[in-house]
């Protein structure tokens, strides 16, 4: 298996892993969006994607990072926001090897931190991250305004 950065000529694949995300997350399937909404931010250069393939060049995962910055720490931080494994692969350790690839951008590009949010519901993805070396923040809420 090989994990590198996700690019234009690797649209397809990943935005049907997207779409399959988002439906995983309870949204309605909307392949062409999915594809639009990633095709910005690789042209954008909004975010980087890393995607694990297999030997035959099949995408397997994915993991999608936003850049953010920290005024108290004057650095960049990572947004690790979106990670996928194809059902039929997970519990193969592809989803610690994005994670790792994750880090390892984060250490490259000179950042304090690479952060995620789950929800409680997430079974699997809340003992997988403590098992990636994420600790969870107990000492702060979260909040969100929403647009309507």
């Given at each position: 298996m090989?994990?590198?950065?996700?690019?234009?000529?690797?649209?397809?694949?990943?935005?049907?892993?997207?779409?399959?995300?988002?439906?995983?997350?309870?949204?309605?399937?909307?392949?062409?969006?999915?594809?639009?909404?990633?095709?910005?931010?690789?042209?954008?250069?909004?975010?980087?994607?890393?995607?694990?393939?297999s030997?035959?060049?099949?995408?397997?995962?994915?993991?999608?990072?936003?850049?953010?910055?920290?005024?108290t720490?004057?650095?960049?931080?990572?947004?690790?926001?979106?990670?996928?494994?194809?059902?039929e692969?997970?519990?193969?350790?592809?989803?610690?090897?994005?994670?790792?690839?994750?880090?390892?951008?984060?250490?490259?590009?000179?950042?304090?931190?690479?952060?995620?949010?789950t929800?409680?519901?997430?079974?699997i993805?809340?003992?997988l991250?403590?098992?990636?070396?994420?600790?969870?923040?107990?000492?702060?809420n979260?909040?969100?305004w929403?647009?309507?």
């Open positions: 090989t994990i590198r950065l996700a690019n234009f000529s690797d649209l397809a694949p990943l935005a049907a892993l997207f779409d399959a995300y988002r439906v995983f997350y309870g949204k309605t399937s909307d392949l062409s969006a999915a594809t639009d909404f990633l095709s910005q931010r690789l042209e954008r250069q909004e975010s980087v994607v890393f995607a694990a393939f030997p035959e060049e099949i995408m397997l995962g994915f993991t999608q990072l936003y850049p953010l910055f920290s005024s720490r004057m650095k960049r931080l990572w947004l690790l926001n979106d990670l996928f494994v194809r059902e692969f997970r519990g193969k350790g592809i989803s610690v090897q994005l994670i790792d690839a994750a880090k390892a951008h984060c250490i490259e590009t000179g950042a304090c931190a690479l952060t995620l949010e929800s409680k519901s997430n079974i993805g809340n003992q991250y403590p098992r990636a070396g994420f600790t969870l923040d107990t000492d702060h979260y909040y969100e929403e647009v309507v």
